[in-house]
């Protein structure tokens, strides 16, 4: 008699808080590719052993094997493919491929993760974004910024986020920069995230003035729809690029040309080569770039926004982007769009991260001053006392303890409501 097959989605290389979120979201809907240190380091409940496969994710054919032999020995039918992670995206692809399941190919990630490449073929097909330069010697950016009115940004080839990301105006500013860029990415050439096949050692892109947002959108045979908009909270006082925080945008037709968004997000991932999936992308609304609510890209990846992002929209409107992503992509292979898990009549909240301000080891995060206050929904730490903080430009992870998710009572001013809630927050640590 045949055995009954169980389909499952494969998730491909995420962290155990994310494996843990969707096994208590949908028990049994998955099967996990995880990274033995991943696991080995992870305080979560382990999954049962029919749900997750431990190998090393650095060799694509011995990931597969693992898969081949796993899937024979447990009936398991493979229905649809995900990716939470930048790094992975590159391994998911080509299993995605070879399995013959609908994902974006290994040329749209490429595309996608090259932000020199990604520029190039964007300006190509009209979509504005900012000019961008290859950069292997201080002369090269310095001469590059000679022609900008607002400066520059140095940033790595690949790489995600405010990591290795610097503001420069002077040309002593890019000369510490370059350095600083340079002397980092030694350190991290083992790491999948930084990896963009290039033998150019960073990049150089104009820096355009404006408050940044980003959004999730689904991308259908004709249309993005738009998922959520969150403007970033980027204090000053912190290094360039880094956000602190996420104000949801309630009502983004107050705010964007919802219209020109959904054309611009359909019309740029189409011109990496990404037709299906979900896509997470930042834009900034430029101050001087003619039409004033015409968003100008900066980034684009086919996996949603992470960080404290998922539990904010959990929170304002019952939204699981996390299992949305799994109904994607079994809708992908369906040739469909899912039906929403929640809904987009957000309430207008802010999630703001809990930061350490210095290195050293976590001893403990008093959290008494904000007893008693009704505007918070909900506190999330991710880090233990006994974790071990280094600060940037080495790590800009490891000081992210976790996030406070409130609802505002007075929504003009959410980035100063921030500032002073975090002021109640006291991190303790030892040297």
């Not at 899937?71 to 692809?93: F, K, M, N, Q």
């Not at 409501?417 to 002021?423: A, Q, T």
């Amino acid at each position: 008699m045949k055995k009954l097959l169980h389909k499952r989605v494969l998730v491909v290389g995420t962290t155990a808080d994310y494996i843990d979120w969707i096994r208590q979201a949908s028990p049994g809907r998955c099967l996990f590719i995880t990274d033995p240190a991943v696991r080995h380091a992870a305080t979560e409940k382990r999954p049962e052993k029919h749900e997750e496969i431990l190998v090393p994710l650095n060799d694509p054919a011995v990931v597969r094997a693992a898969l081949d032999r796993h899937l024979e020995r447990h009936h398991i039918r493979l229905s649809g493919i995900t990716c939470y992670d930048c790094e992975h995206l590159w391994l998911t692809a080509e299993l995605a491929g070879g399995l013959g399941l609908v994902y974006p190919g290994r040329k749209a990630v490429d595309n996608a993760r090259d932000k020199y490449l990604s520029k190039q073929i964007w300006q190509a097909a009209g979509v504005d974004c900012p000019a961008v330069a290859l950069v292997n010697a201080v002369e090269d950016a310095q001469s590059f910024l000679a022609g900008l009115p607002h400066g520059i940004v140095l940033k790595p080839v690949a790489g995600s986020g405010s990591e290795l990301v610097f503001q420069c105006r002077q040309p002593q500013e890019v000369a510490v920069a370059f350095s600083v860029v340079q002397e980092e990415l030694k350190t991290r050439t083992a790491d999948p995230l930084f990896r963009s096949g290039r033998p150019d050692l960073m990049l150089a892109e104009e820096m355009i003035p404006g408050p940044e947002y980003s959004c999730d959108f689904i991308m259908g045979s004709d249309t993005a729809r738009i998922i959520r908009v969150t403007k970033k909270i980027k204090p000053r006082h912190l290094p360039f690029g880094t956000t602190a925080g996420y104000v949801l945008v309630a009502n983004p037709a107050a705010h964007l040309d919802m219209d020109m968004l959904r054309q611009t997000m359909y019309r740029a991932a189409g011109a990496l080569g990404i037709h299906s999936g979900i896509c997470m992308a930042d834009f900034i609304l430029a101050r001087d770039r003619g039409e004033s609510r015409a968003p100008v890209l900066i980034e684009m990846t086919p996996r949603p926004g992470g960080d404290c992002l998922p539990h904010l929209l959990k929170q304002a409107g019952n939204l699981d982007i996390i299992s949305l992503a799994l109904d994607v992509a079994v809708a992908a292979a369906e040739g469909k769009i899912p039906i929403l898990n929640g809904s987009l009549a957000f309430t207008p909240m802010v999630a703001m991260k809990i930061l350490a301000d210095r290195g050293g080891t976590l001893k403990n995060i008093d959290l008494s001053g904000l007893n008693g206050d009704k505007r918070i929904r909900e506190i999330y730490l991710s880090k233990q006392p006994g974790h071990k903080v280094v600060m940037p430009p080495h790590d800009y992870d490891s000081r992210v303890l976790g996030h406070i998710t409130f609802l505002p009572d007075n929504p003009a001013y959410p980035e100063t409501l921030s500032k002073l809630i975090s002021l109640r927050v006291k991190v303790e640590m030892d040297q």
